[in-house]
């Protein structure tokens, strides 16, 4: 029998109890968060958790013992991410997005959002040019299913019973329900994710919502019901139309990545500026909701032409004022 | 690099992940069936949650039917369901810091991929990429009038779904879109435990540097393996194979008797990581029992 001196192993036996240590507190914030432990705690935390990164370093360079090795990496890795990937209160996230990323992110799109408007602006001048000079053209521009029977054929009666319908008060919210799995969802979801494919699919559609809007403006303006049909579309459309607005306009910067990713990969640029078109995306989905409740709920129990427009004016200003001012930081 | 086992098995695909402090952490990313595994416990789990808020608010509107107000009931608890099953994701990786429920089951978390801190605005646009990625066409399936009549709507939710999958399987890290968009990565995260150190304290075997040359840190990794493995028969008849091929490699004359197979073994492991981890100390890294000094520098 003889005594062995192993390195590694007078290694371990010195900073074990380090590591156990650090190992209780991390599980302690995982399972009851972070708050549960004590100031004493918090304190030792970021002590341990670089005791322990310079325990991988060595162990790494002076230790065969594979099974130590890989502990070692595990613990330092569950400890980095309880320090550096803190658990985020959903409220507070919801509130800070709302309050500031998403109008910051989206000034900072702002030329690709103004590509967009001008696409959609383009689309509904033309499309409404075109109708207004012959209807023929709007079976073209609007698919049958969009239409529901509107079309050059229809009159002026047909049409105004279209925009003055009430439905059951009952299925408001079913109407709302249904609302959220329609066109609009479809469109949107195309107008983001067809971004990747440099951007032209997106101008494409973008200009094609803008014909339609414009082909069913002219239909109505023959009939002398311009007036009707834009307080009918304008209480909610104003809301979607800037939802597709901003969706086009997360679609053309990945557009953009892919097309000029610049000094990166085009994963790293992605990865690097992705996320900012994700969030004017993500604020497009707010706005979708915003005017889907505006659809399903409001437009059913407003009636009156005016008060439509008056709505629909209301939240062109809202939206405007929102994206232009909030979330600025203060001047000292 | 997929980092695979001494023994064979495959493990999962390692990539560096640098801290601030600059020490480089290891971090293995899960297979795709993992995460599918997980995901379809996810959808399983806030389904489940959506239906029982359906079916109270059924409960609700019977009960209540000629009550104004409660006629909204049952079109509300649809709308609740719906976000039920939306907001799961978002509220439970911003809340449990980037694990779902699925996810916890089976060890795996989203991270940041630069190693910063996971940020609200790339939860909320991973997850809602989600919606577009899957949910999209798996439901375009699902109201599609049929195979035979609508072929178009069957192959353009095929083609999709292929188109997304692909993105998983070519990126290096396994991103989803929705991944490469929010700059996150999954990965797998199991909680591993520190195993005894197998090296012995004092040694009933004892080995001279001669013996000791036959091996490399492979073949030391490989032993320490196969001795980690729980004890039965299989184990059993492993170590004595090892044992007759390390005695007839090193040149080891005297028997061992049966029963110390595993004492032999075990002293030779301790011997053998001691032998490599002096010399590796002073820079001659023995990778396996290919190695051959060719400096000439070091003397033995």
Redesign the interface.
């Known amino acids: 029998m003889s005594a062995v001196t192993l390195k590694s192993r007078e290694f371990r036996q010195e900073r074990e109890s380090g590591w156990r240590e650090l190992e209780e507190l991390i599980g302690v914030a995982r399972t009851m968060g972070i708050r549960a432990l004590s100031n004493d705690d918090l304190r030792r935390l970021p002590l341990l958790y670089r005791a322990a990164l310079s325990s991988l370093s060595v162990a790494r360079a002076i230790a065969l013992d594979r099974a130590l090795v890989a502990y070692l990496d595990n613990l330092a890795l569950r400890a980095f991410l309880v320090i550096y990937a803190r658990q985020l209160p959903v409220v507070d996230s919801i509130r800070e997005f709302l309050a500031r990323s998403l109008p910051r992110a989206v000034r900072g799109m702002r030329v690709h959002v103004a590509l967009a408007l001008g696409m959609l602006a383009l689309g509904i001048v033309s499309g409404f040019a075109l109708v207004n000079h012959d209807e023929g053209w709007f079976s073209v521009m609007v698919p049958a299913g969009m239409a529901q029977g509107r079309g050059p054929a229809s009159t002026r009666a047909e049409l105004l019973r279209v925009l003055s319908t009430q439905s059951q008060s009952g299925s408001a919210l079913l109407t709302l329900a249904n609302y959220l799995f329609s066109n609009n969802t479809l469109v949107s979801l195309l107008l983001f994710g067809l971004g990747f494919m440099a951007g032209i699919p997106t101008l494409l559609l973008t200009l094609g919502n803008g014909l339609m809007l414009g082909a069913f403006l002219a239909l109505h303006y023959h009939r002398g019901l311009l007036g009707e049909f834009t307080g009918w579309v304008s209480i909610h459309g104003v809301s979607e139309l800037g939802a597709l607005t901003l969706f086009a306009a997360a679609g053309l910067k990945l557009g953009e990545l892919v097309l000029f990713p610049g000094e990166h990969t085009r994963t790293d640029a992605l990865s690097l500026y992705g996320p900012r078109a994700g969030e004017v995306a993500v604020g497009g989905v707010v706005m979708l909701l915003v005017s889907a409740v505006l659809e399903g709920v409001f437009r059913q129990v407003i009636a009156s032409t005016d008060a439509r427009l008056a709505i629909g004016a209301a939240s062109l200003l809202l939206w405007t004022l929102y994206y232009v001012r909030a979330g600025r930081e203060r001047k000292p | 690099m997929t980092a695979a086992d001494p023994l064979g098995r495959v493990r999962r695909k390692q990539r560096p992940?640098m801290?601030?402090?600059g020490?480089p952490?290891?971090?293995e990313l899960p297979d795709p069936g993992e995460r599918l595994v997980a995901f379809v416990a996810d959808v399983c789990i806030s389904m489940a949650a959506a239906i029982v808020i359906l079916m109270l608010g059924w409960l609700i509107a019977g009960m209540f039917r000629d009550v104004g107000p409660f006629?909204?009931t049952?079109?509300?608890a649809?709308?609740m369901s719906?976000l039920a099953r939306n907001a799961y994701f978002i509220?439970f990786e911003?809340?449990?810091?980037?694990a779902t429920p699925g996810k916890r089951l089976f060890g795996l978390?989203v991270?940041?991929?630069?190693?910063?801190?996971?940020?609200?605005?790339?939860?909320?646009?991973?997850n809602?990429?989600r919606?577009?990625e899957f949910f999209?066409p798996i439901?375009l399936l699902l109201i599609t009038k049929g195979w035979l009549w609508s072929p178009w709507d069957v192959l353009l939710a095929g083609l999709w779904l292929a188109a997304m999958g692909t993105i998983v399987l070519r990126?290096?890290d396994r991103?989803r879109?929705g991944d490469?968009?929010?700059?996150t990565v999954v990965i797998a995260?199991?909680?591993?435990?520190?195993?005894e150190?197998?090296?012995?304290?004092?040694?009933?075997f004892?080995f001279s540097p001669a013996h000791l040359e036959a091996y490399g840190?492979h073949e030391?990794?490989v032993l320490?393996?196969v001795l980690?493995q729980p004890n039965n028969e299989e184990k059993a008849r492993l170590l004595h194979d090892i044992k007759a091929r390390i005695e007839r490699r090193i040149g080891w004359d005297r028997p061992v008797p049966e029963r110390e197979t595993e004492t032999f073994l075990r002293d030779f492991y301790?011997?053998q990581?001691?032998f490599?981890?002096?010399r590796?100390?002073i820079g001659e890294e023995r990778r396996d029992k290919h190695y051959r000094d060719t400096t000439g520098l070091i003397e033995h």
């Open positions: 992940l801290t601030p402090e020490v952490l290891l971090i006629a909204f049952l079109p509300a649809l709308l719906f509220f911003l809340r449990w810091a980037g978390r991270i940041d991929r630069h190693g910063g801190p996971l940020r609200s605005g790339a939860v909320i646009a991973r809602l990429t919606q577009a999209f439901e990126t290096p991103l879109a490469l968009i929010g700059g995260l199991p909680k591993k435990f520190l195993l150190d197998l090296a012995r304290e004092t040694a009933q004892e840190i030391l990794q320490e393996e980690r301790t011997a990581r001691a490599l981890e002096r590796k100390n």
